[in-house]
């Protein structure tokens, strides 16, 4: 994507506007209600209110670190803090992250060789690629994902599998530009910033994301990220 | 008054909840979809009083659950207002120019929401109103049976409907559809009503017998169609025609322009003689239950007396000096007459004025 052409930034900046107003309506009519009408909302009207503010602020300030992370790496400002992990529990942060698409969906799939090792490596940026890629497998494909993951001496490698729409051949580079999105899903909601963080963090752990995909069967994402750092 | 019901169809489900939850502390009822294509079904299935919807929503985007609901008649006259993110005037403008009652933007104040939601019900309640005023003007006027029914229960009449069953409206009330024909004949529609109940029919028409005022079976021709829904049921509108007039009524117009030219170029003027049978020839659709002076469209009385005795007379064929004569008035006063008869009649000239007379029965002959 040219980001030069005015278009496209028009593009960006209509895509941008409409990703934080629906929070931010979400935000005040729920907070107007709270002051206003406290009284006659009951109790689990209430607490319906106090989440749906949350939620949107979640999203706003989601979207804004996704934004904010994205510019660090371009800038190569992104820090690495390595420590050793356990792979399930590694796997229970990613599963248990309430603001993903897939929270508590059953199509998720989980194989892993060996749940009791331990790895080292940048928690922090692992899980957020491993959380944008499983989100964009499950939102593109109505049927199971399953997620795999095994260590060897020297990488922990994860693969993301989906029977989804799939990716063309042609977009396979473009789809890390940020606010890219493919023609193929304009109908699935989305702003373009999931596999660009992906990518950026998996980057900054020296490791590979490849990407196997064919049209309307579905894709496989391999990452493989070196543990002796 | 029962609660309005609106309909929400939004994609973002937090964004739907907040506002259902805004619309039921106002006392509103709220339904959601959280798509386009849910969104036109549940408008179909609930007929809500207004439809809150999003523009920016995929595949099928605000403007295209417009159009499609616009197209139907169950749908298209639910007040329908945007919720955009997008501020740009040209949406607005063309979201206006497809008809589009209101704008809200994200964000907005409640009040303002509610406002516009207000407006656009008691706005559409008026309309209603007027509406169904004129309607029952027009439906009392019609000299064919009109009807509003579910397939069984009649809930609304017109006076020709209750003529031509002779049951009064309280009558009407207790019946259902069904009695009013026999097994046989309804076995011949229940078909093809319950297809028009399910949205599967826009309209049928069937010939049937129905037992008249004075119990003997008369022929209708029945037309049904889907009107609108009422708290999750269908309504029809079933109009009856009688048959026997059917083909009469299709023949005269092209007939009857011929002949007003023919006696226009041989500048005939009709006598007594051939007025009665130009009478017989152009009176088919006097209808029987039809007896009641005062529903034909041009009564008597929009004549002024002169005028009355000047259309008789040249009926009866006088040319203009021996009506002059006859009134006692003179030449140029009964041309007057004759033009204001002209125009009172939509006629072109005199001949037309004299058929239209013999027509709907406005001269003693």
């Known amino acids: 994507m040219d980001y030069s052409s005015p278009q496209n930034i028009g593009q960006i900046i209509s895509s941008l506007s409409h990703e934080l107003r629906t929070p931010i309506t979400i935000l005040s009519s729920n907070l107007q209600l709270l002051k206003n009408k406290h009284l006659q909302m009951d109790e689990e009207m209430r607490s319906e209110s106090f989440m749906l503010c949350e939620e949107a602020l979640r999203s706003v300030t989601g979207f804004l670190e996704g934004i904010h992370f994205i510019n660090l790496a371009n800038k190569n400002e992104v820090s690495k803090n390595v420590s050793a992990i356990k792979t399930d529990e590694f796997i229970e942060k990613i599963i248990n992250n309430k603001s993903t698409l897939f929270y508590k969906s059953d199509r998720i799939k989980i194989n892993t060789h060996s749940p009791h090792t331990t790895f080292n490596s940048d928690e922090h940026l692992l899980i957020m690629a491993v959380t944008q890629l499983l989100d964009n497998a499950y939102k593109f494909s109505a049927k199971d994902v399953i997620l795999t993951i095994f260590t060897d001496d020297k990488f922990v490698n994860v693969t993301i599998e989906d029977s989804g729409v799939g990716i063309p051949k042609d977009k396979r580079q473009s789809i890390f530009l940020p606010f890219y999105r493919c023609e193929e899903v304009k109908m699935i909601s989305g702003i373009g910033l999931g596999l660009p963080i992906a990518q950026k963090a998996i980057e900054r752990l020296n490791g590979t994301i490849e990407i196997k995909s064919s049209l309307s069967e579905g894709t496989i994402v391999e990452i493989k990220v070196p543990v002796n750092e | 008054m029962s609660d309005k019901k609106i309909l929400i169809i939004e994609d973002d489900f937090a964004l739907s909840k907040t506002l259902r939850n805004v619309l039921m502390l ?102 209603v109103n007027i509406g169904k005023n ?117 023949a005269p117009p092209v007939e009857y322009k011929k002949l007003v030219n023919i006696l226009e170029e041989e500048k005939i003027t009709i006598s007594g003689d051939l007025a009665h049978k130009l009478h017989k020839a152009f009176t088919p659709s006097q209808l029987k239950y039809h007896q009641d002076q005062s529903d034909v469209l041009v009564s008597k009385n929009i004549f002024s007396k002169r005028e009355q005795e000047v259309l008789t007379l040249s009926c009866k064929g006088l040319p203009i000096k021996m009506i002059a004569d006859q009134l006692n008035i003179s030449d140029r006063t009964v041309e007057k007459h004759r033009a204001n008869l002209m125009e009172k009649t939509g006629a072109k000239n005199i001949v037309e004025v004299i058929i239209y007379a013999l027509k709907n029965d406005l001269v003693d002959i």
Not at chain 2, 78 to 93: C, K, M, Q, V
Not at chain 2, 109 to 118: A, C, F, G
Not at chain 2, 120 to 127: A, W
Not at chain 2, 154 to 168: D, K, M, P
Request: with cysteine; charged share 25%; proline share 4%.
């Open chain 2, 134 to 250: 004129n309607y029952k003007a027009l439906l009392n006027l019609s000299p064919y049976g009109v009807f509003v029914f579910d397939g069984e229960t009649i809930y609304e009449t017109n006076r020709a409907f209750l003529e031509v069953t002779g049951l009064s409206d309280s009558e009407v009330k207790n019946t259902t559809f069904e009695n009013l024909l026999t097994p046989k004949q309804y076995n011949k529609i229940e078909g093809p009503i319950l297809k028009c109940i399910n949205g599967l029919s826009d309209n049928f028409q069937e010939d049937i017998k129905i037992k008249n005022a004075d119990g003997d079976t008369e022929k209708f021709r029945l037309h049904v169609t889907p009107s609108q829904k009422y708290s999750g049921f269908t309504l029809l509108i079933g109009l009856l025609s009688p048959l026997e007039h059917k083909t009469e009524s299709t």
């Open chain 2, 26 to 127: 106002n006392n509103y009822q709220a339904d959601i979809a959280s798509s386009g294509a849910e969104g036109i079904q549940k408008a179909y299935e609930y007929c809500p009083d207004l439809i809150l919807c999003d523009i920016n929503m995929k595949p099928i985007d605000g403007y295209q659950v417009f159009n499609i609901l616009k197209d139907s008649i169950l749908t298209s006259r639910i007040p329908f207002i945007f919720i955009t993110g997008r501020s740009e005037l040209n949406d607005i403008r063309m979201g206006l120019e497809l008809g589009v009652d209101d704008y809200i933007v994200k964000p907005f104040e409640n009040e303002d929401l509610l406002k516009s939601i207000k407006v656009r019900l008691d706005k559409y309640e008026k309309l």
